[in-house]
């Protein structure tokens, strides 16, 4: 009986140590195996799968792309915004600055009869304005950029008295009227700086200005013919340009030493040129006044293209 219990025992114990066993048995081989590969990193954090991770990120990125039109990916969202909105502050600084400058340039006109065209009329206007006077750091020819915005000026003052109605006036008028008419209203405009004139020609002689100067002259020239009812495109519109353009800088300099009330003298002088110059016997003339003329403008002397002009007049 005790050999039966001590047998039953044994039989228990094999039991026990088969039902432990099992699990382990069937594990080992899964974990051990060399067919089964390397064995996987965590059983309790699994690694989260490839797409989910790509996701996460994507959707955030469209839901900034939905409030900003300038990206259709988190990156690009976060990249493109910050860039767009520093172009369009760019942009808009830029309009804004110049816009700055004109109004200081506009400003700046009255102080050029008391400080000449200079950089000091500049920062007068600039603090008239309520600018800082460091603005005045950003023109690069700063007296230059004052007497073409002064040119420019003009002529627009001009082109818009023409076509408010001083333009049907001159139609009533014979043509070297007409042209003497506007010859006259652009020197006016010369009037209030007449002191400080020879300086504004000082600066447009420059080299670096020079160019500039030219082309705004011929172009005054072309809107003075157009104005006065000239349509043609033959070879006379060069010469008429030409003739015109010795006679307004001629006049322009005589005007300098006119000290007649109102420039009386010189209006005279404009008509007289003009009529002359409508006499086409007398165009190579005034072609070569217009060489004389811009040579003055370039550092010869004022009194000697007078005495030139005075000495064909006396002719």
Not at 1 to 18: G, H, I, P, W
Not at 160 to 185: H, T
Request: with cysteine; aromatic share 6%; net charge positive.
């Amino acid at each position: 009986m005790a050999s039966s219990l001590a047998a039953r025992r044994l039989l228990s114990r094999a039991a026990a140590a088969r039902r432990l066993a099992l699990p382990l048995a069937s594990i080992a081989p899964r974990r051990f195996s060399a067919d089964a590969g390397p064995p996987p990193p965590s059983q309790t954090l699994p690694p989260p799968p490839p797409q989910p991770v790509a996701e996460t990120p994507r959707s955030e990125g469209a839901g900034a792309s939905s409030s900003s039109s300038t990206a259709t990916g988190a990156g690009g969202a976060h990249r493109s915004s910050p860039g767009a909105a520093a172009g369009a502050r760019r942009q808009g600084r830029g309009a804004g600055y110049e816009e700055e400058q004109e109004k200081v340039l506009c400003a700046s006109l009255l102080h050029v009869p008391r400080m000449g065209w200079s950089e000091s009329a500049m920062v007068a206007g600039a603090r008239d304005v309520g600018i800082s006077p460091a603005i005045v750091g950003a023109f690069p020819r700063k007296e230059a950029a004052l007497v073409e915005f002064f040119m420019d000026d003009c002529l627009q003052q001009l082109m818009d008295r023409v076509d408010a109605g001083e333009g049907e006036q001159l139609k009533n008028l014979k043509l070297s009227e007409r042209l003497s008419k506007l010859v006259r209203m652009r020197l006016e405009m010369q009037a209030p700086y007449i002191s400080k004139w020879p300086q504004a020609l000082s600066i447009q002689s420059q080299p670096a200005n020079v160019s500039t100067s030219l082309k705004q002259r011929a172009v005054l020239v072309d809107e003075i013919w157009h104005a006065a009812g000239d349509v043609g495109s033959d070879i006379d519109w060069y010469v008429k340009r030409t003739v015109l353009g010795g006679i307004y800088s001629t006049s322009e300099v005589y005007m300098l030493t006119d000290n007649s009330p109102d420039f009386r003298d010189t209006w005279t002088f404009v008509n007289r040129r003009i009529k002359d110059a409508l006499d086409f016997q007398k165009t190579f003339q005034e072609a070569a006044y217009l060489a004389e003329a811009v040579g003055a403008g370039m550092g010869g002397t004022v009194q000697g293209v007078l005495n030139r002009v005075f000495q064909n007049r006396g002719s």
